[in-house]
């Protein structure tokens, strides 16, 4: 027998501050880290191709030699097939943690990570290490759906930016790590350590707890408990939080369709989502990533063009901590706001060193550190702002019913920007030349200020539920958001 009963939003939040006991957190910061093990693997697939195209490339020294090389328009195609693979891992990821749940598809993401790896590393030909880097890109659109997503749905409202920020310093560790195993081993071996991440991933994970949304949008509301019993600790009263999200499930009739991006509720995230997820790429990151080595080359580090990324990995980490402490103080909007203003700048002094070199040749080396300054900063301001804030806003704002489809289009939307951007930066130098290019991104990402100015609501400090209602809100303008529920 069903029972009537009126849910009260104010009510339930003065319930929230009232609970007994305090909250342990080492085990929702043990599922972070765990599941961290999935944006790791990401970023090791994109620095990877900075150092093994490298290696990979024909020149004059090993145009004779018997090792596997490949040629430029090859290597193009290996450095933008984890984007194609990427494009495909998104909405199938989508689809598999609504089907799933958020932990069974993150356990899944190895299998297109390792079988990628493996046919890299024993690859003998052209087409092998091409399969491996799209089954590869496979498993980065995957983790970089799903990651977010479980992360934000394991932690509490207060601590939800901070460890939602764990996803890009996973990302920036695995860019590190792999720039670090590239400069010390050729780019076989390489590809063999990025299989051991993963399969670590399957063998924690397995341990971690499934999130209590999902469970509760399936109906399994005593499993949910247990697993927010142990995520919170046993003297948190979780009533009161499975009472906010059973209050949201509520209000969600029937089966998920795709005419609900039509609804303001759903249609106002998904174009923030969307056009968060443009500037982020057409910032210039990943053709700076995936080209970091070849952009050094050109600021006059031939010899040390691979060493130079390992310092500036290592800032890009530094970063992403920062960003930990400070996601939660500041702001998403705060952060991604100072950000674009900082990678503005940077792309113009970035350009005007390389307008400079075009008309001056000879003062290329003794202004070097322009270049490698420019690029520092820019990579700096990525790691605290534009880096994990895109993905941490984009598993907050979408209805649960939604998170699958929407994330799976919006990871989708990611990467196929990345594609375009990768597939033609070679041209971009070409066509606009250095100073162009990165007069081009400079302007994107003064665009991207002002929409996160004028746009962009701030997050920080609210549950999932309240960030939902306060869209549907808008949306109803001004009609009554609550009713009397049969649970």
Partial sequence: MTKQKRYDVNSLESENEEKTGKERKWSVIMATFVAALGPLTFGYCMGYSSAATTQLEINEDNINSTQLHLTVSEISWFGSLLNIGAMIGGPLQGFLIDLLGRKIALILTSIPFCSGYLLIGFGSNASMLNSGRFMSGLGVGMASLNVPVYISETASSGSRGALGSVNQLGITSGIL????????????????????????????????????????????????????????????????????????????????????????????????????????????????????????????????????????????????????????????????????????ISCTFTGIYFQIIKDSPDSADALSWIAVTSLSIYIVAFGYGWGPCTWLIMSEIFPVRARGTASGIATFFNWFCSFILTKTFSDLLLTL????????????????????????????????EEIQREFEAKGKKGKGMYRETNV
């Avoid at 400079?442 to 665009?447: M, Q, R, W, Y």
């Fill in 177 to 344: 790590i792999s720039y670090i195993v590239g400069f010390a081993m050729n780019w076989r071996w390489s590809a063999l350590v990025g299989a051991f991440p993963p399969t670590i991933l399957v063998v924690l994970m397995a341990f971690m707890p499934e999130t209590a949304r999902w469970l509760m949008a399936k109906k399994k509301e005593e499993k949910a408990r247990k697993n927010l019993k142990w995520l919170r600790g046993p003297n948190v009263d979780v009533e009161v939080e499975l009472d906010e999200i059973r209050l949201t499930l509520a209000s969600e009739k029937g089966k998920f369709s795709l005419k609900e991006f039509a609804q303001p509720g759903l249609l106002r995230p998904f174009i923030i989502s969307m056009t968060l997820h443009f500037f982020q790429q057409f910032s210039g990151i990943n053709a700076v990533m995936f080209y970091c080595a070849t952009i050094f080359q050109k600021a006059g580090f031939d010899k040390q063009s691979t060493l130079v990324p390992i310092i500036i990995g290592a800032v890009q980490v530094l970063s992403s901590a920062v960003s930990l402490s400070l996601v939660d103080r500041g702001g998403r909007r705060f952060l991604l706001i100072t950000a674009g203003i900082s990678m503005t």
């Fill in 433 to 464: 030349t250095p100073a162009g290019t990165f007069w081009m991104f400079a302007v994107i990402l003064l665009l991207s200020v002002l929409f996160v100015y004028f746009f962009v609501p701030e997050t920080k400090g609210k549950t999932l």
